[in-house]
T-cell receptor, first 111, second 112 residues
């Protein structure tokens, strides 16, 4: 079983729809990251969360530490939001051993 | 400001040839540096990380090696590429687990 599970794997929606992408993890974490990967492959960090909720423009990320679950929401979706959204976690404890990634959610927003 | 440079962007190499991918960071000192790989249809996987010059930790046994000859330079190498080495390679840096990560633009490697 993967330590980080995302759903759905693929999502196609119409412009303007409210989008939710879910992430569940099975390990202790110090932080959870939401990343955006565009077709060229480059990755941009959207949010880093350790508790509660963060908002940036039309993007909202929430995390429930007790349930080990996080969601990424996109309000008023637009075709330019089309990308792969990746959930990743930093494991708890000391050390610098990087991120553990989900497999990503491929989002397509149709005009 | 902090930036990360990764090159080349695209690379096509024959099986058995050597590989050298380079990543450099600007605007910060003593960063933690990372190499990740994304194989076709799969999620990103950590290959190597480094907390300082000459210090390399390997996560997955493989045909690759990494080196950190300078504080802000991280190099991914192979002596002889395999078909299975094809994928998208990403460099990243961070100053610690509780902080964010900054990713390079990636190198798409195709071994033919």
């Amino acid at each position: 079983k993967n330590e980080v599970e995302q759903s759905p794997q693929n999502l196609t929606a119409q412009e303007g729809e409210f989008i939710t992408i879910n992430c569940s993890y099975s390990v202790g974490i110090s932080a959870l990251h939401w990343l955006q990967q565009h077709p060229g492959g480059g990755i941009v960090s959207l949010f880093m969360l350790s508790s509660g909720k963060k908002k940036h423009g039309r993007l909202i990320a929430t995390i429930n530490i007790q349930e080990k679950h996080s969601s990424l929401h996109i309000t008023a979706s637009h075709p330019r939001d089309s990308a792969v959204y990746i959930c990743a976690v930093s494991l708890s404890g000391g050390g610098a051993d990087g991120l553990t990634f989900g497999k990503g959610t491929h989002l397509i927003i149709q005009p | 400001s902090q930036t990360i440079h990764q090159w080349p962007a695209t690379l096509v190499q024959p099986v058995g040839s050597p590989l050298s991918l380079e990543c450099t960071v600007e605007g910060t000192s003593n960063p933690n540096l990372y190499w990740y790989r994304q194989a076709a249809g799969r999620g990103l996987q950590l290959l190597f990380y480094s907390v300082g010059i000459g210090q390399i930790s390997s996560e997955v046994p493989q045909n690759l090696s990494a080196s950190r000859p300078q504080d802000r330079q991280f190099i991914l190498s192979s002596k002889k590429l395999l078909l299975s080495d094809s994928g998208f390679y990403l460099c990243a840096w961070s100053v610690g687990r509780r902080y964010g990560y900054t990713f390079g633009s990636g190198t798409r490697l195709t071994v033919v």
